[in-house]
């Protein structure tokens, strides 16, 4: 059994226990409402009730945080999946599946975590103060994390704060400022002082908020809403603390990026990314997986992996993200003397070979190729080559770069050759790695960017932030001091540090580009194996545009156009509130503009 979630386990059996309760009789071994909790074991289970309720936010059985990139600029699904495709053509509705599946699980959370609070107080007088309090302030801190994430999705909400019975079901919505406001009060110095920094690695790893973590979740929803001078001395506080506490960066090897499947794989990211990694002390605050327990893992490593390896190759980069990273020397793919279009993946970024899964690379021991005339690969672990299903044949319609495919790559951040060995890959459901919420590298980049955006703000420290981040994959430091130069910079290191982790969605709309880059054309390779001819743009955020007349050949583009994205202002800040809630809800008079 994993260590780290050895909670998921005990709550197993405490929800068995309640199963068993005769209707309307105490139970001699569980809890009755009336009596909820009795003692610190109860207080216990149920706060792990909640921590395990997080594993339900998923898309596609993938973890919800490693799907969302996936409908933004940076990333891609199957062209033909309409769950996905409707939220980048302003094609959803209020029946959308991936809309309905976050507020659903939005809400289950919080009523798990209401009825606990309601209750607490029944534990004086048989538990101290000091625990009562500590759980207290993890249920208020996962509250908030949970309405933020809702909050930016959906706007105004319903805000509920206490167990709901059936009077309650009818309750309208509250301005998203209020709850913004209210969630910022609830994670006060006060609370979180009750907190101790981290819980016991060995018993509970980074399962459990501790202060650390709940200092950075304030700077992150301050963030989120500009609220920056909160967002600065949250995300310091959190630093300073993490350091008595122990958290550090992870040291990540860039062996054999840029390099081709001849020279050797890629598996620095593994140490963060992947199962060792889930003792990494970087990890905050992370959601736990357990194979072992029924409906405690998931389907991510088949969506992930290639389909050479046994793999739906459902999720991917764009050529848009791929374009983006930088080359050695901290320039851009246009203005680096070091990029060679015919030889795009040499003197770049290390973070894109650790990140993404492109052509001319090795994955699990096996030479990755999407070119159609790439018609075999080969298999280090045997020695021979054999047929590339990533392109041949029908599965090859469904690979990385098929017509039916993502666009072009995929993801190799968060995929690891354990899955493989494990058969997690062709089982399908028997993945359990485990997915982080929160690392420290995000904090430094909370305070870089607070400190940009807001008054007075500290230049210096936001370029040491940044520094900080680049410097462990070996890129040189920024070198700008200017503050326009400064936010371009930081929008260049969350969007490259941070990809797959769930932030692209809300970065996009906090920094008012989702209405430029949200639109228009998305770009893969072409499917014969030419290396793109395309010679982007880069605007003031990082972002590469494209046009007709400018390639490096001086011909037409060779890209291919995978789909076609549509933004509509006013409509797609927001998605839609169910339908189910609207027609339950009556409180609920109409859903967002455009819905």
């Excluded at 003692?39 to 594993?55: D, H, I, K, Q």
């Amino acid at each position: 059994m994993k260590r780290n979630n050895i909670y998921t386990a005990l709550l197993s059996l405490f929800l068995l226990g309640l199963g068993a309760c005769s209707l309307g009789l105490e139970p001699l071994t569980s809890p009755s409402s009336a009596s909820y909790p009795s003692s610190m074991e109860e207080a216990n289970f149920g706060l792990n009730a909640v921590y395990s309720s997080l594993t339900a936010y998923s898309a596609s059985t993938t973890t919800w945080w490693k799907v969302t990139d996936n409908i933004t600029d940076i990333g891609a699904t199957r062209v033909n999946t309409a769950m996905y495709t409707e939220l980048i053509t302003s094609g959803a509705s209020a029946e959308n599946a991936v809309a309905n599946k976050l507020y659903n699980c939005v809400y289950k959370t919080v009523a798990r975590i209401n009825q606990l609070l309601d209750a607490l107080d029944n534990l004086h007088g048989t538990a101290s103060d000091t625990d009562i309090e500590s759980i207290r302030a993890e249920l208020l801190c996962i509250r908030a994390f949970c309405y933020d994430q809702a909050c930016q999705h959906y706007g105004d909400l319903p805000y509920v704060v206490h167990t709901a019975g059936i009077n309650d079901s009818q309750t309208p919505r509250t301005p998203r400022e209020t709850i913004v406001e209210n969630l910022l009060s609830d994670l006060s110095d006060e609370c979180l002082a009750n907190l101790p920094l981290r819980h016991k690695a060995e018993s509970y790893g980074s399962a459990r908020i501790g202060r650390v973590a709940a200092y950075a979740l304030r700077a992150r929803i301050a963030l989120n809403w500009k609220k920056y001078d909160l967002a600065a001395s949250s995300a310091k506080q959190a630093l300073n603390l993490a350091k008595e506490a122990g958290f550090e960066l992870e040291s990540i090897n860039t062996q054999y990026c840029g390099e081709s499947h001849e020279a050797g794989e890629p598996t620095g990211q593994t140490a963060l990314f992947g199962y060792d990694g889930e003792a990494s002390n970087e990890w905050l605050w992370s959601v736990q997986y357990d194979a072992v327990i029924s409906s405690n893992k998931t389907k991510e490593a088949y969506y992930m992996a290639p389909r050479t390896l046994g793999g739906c190759a459902y999720f991917g980069p764009t050529q848009t993200f791929v374009d983006m990273f930088q080359c050695k020397d901290g320039k851009s793919i246009t203005e680096s003397s070091l990029y060679d279009w015919q030889n795009p993946w040499q003197n770049r970024d290390p973070r894109l070979d650790l990140f993404c899964l492109r052509p001319g690379s090795r994955i699990f021991n096996l030479e990755f190729q999407t070119s159609t005339t790439s018609k075999k690969i080969h298999d280090y672990s045997t020695g021979k080559d054999v047929t590339n299903m990533e392109s041949q044949g029908t599965k090859g319609v469904y690979g990385a770069n098929g017509t039916k495919g993502p666009a072009g790559y995929l993801w190799r951040k968060y995929l690891d050759i354990a899955e493989l060995e494990r058969a997690a890959i062709s089982n399908h459901e028997t993945s359990d790695l485990n997915c982080g919420l929160m690392r420290l590298a995000e904090v430094y980049l909370i305070e870089a960017e607070a400190n940009i955006e807001m008054a007075d703000g500290n230049l210096e420290l936001a370029r040491t932030d940044i520094n900080i981040i680049r410097n462990r994959v070996g890129m040189p430091d920024v070198v700008v001091t200017s503050q326009s130069g400064l936010r371009k910079a930081l929008r260049y290191e969350r969007t490259v540090e941070l990809c797959n982790e769930g932030f692209r969605w809300f970065d996009l709309r906090r920094w008012g580009m989702a209405s430029t880059v949200m639109t228009g054309k998305i770009y893969a390779p072409n499917q014969k194996g030419l290396m793109s001819n395309a010679k982007p743009s880069f605007d003031d955020n990082w972002h590469p545009a494209y046009s007709e007349g400018s390639s490096w050949d001086g011909k037409a583009l060779n890209l291919r156009v995978y789909n076609t994205m549509k933004y509509i202002e006013g409509k797609d800040e927001l998605w839609p509130l169910p339908q189910s809630e609207i027609d339950t809800n009556s409180a609920i008079i109409e859903n967002n503009p455009g819905y």
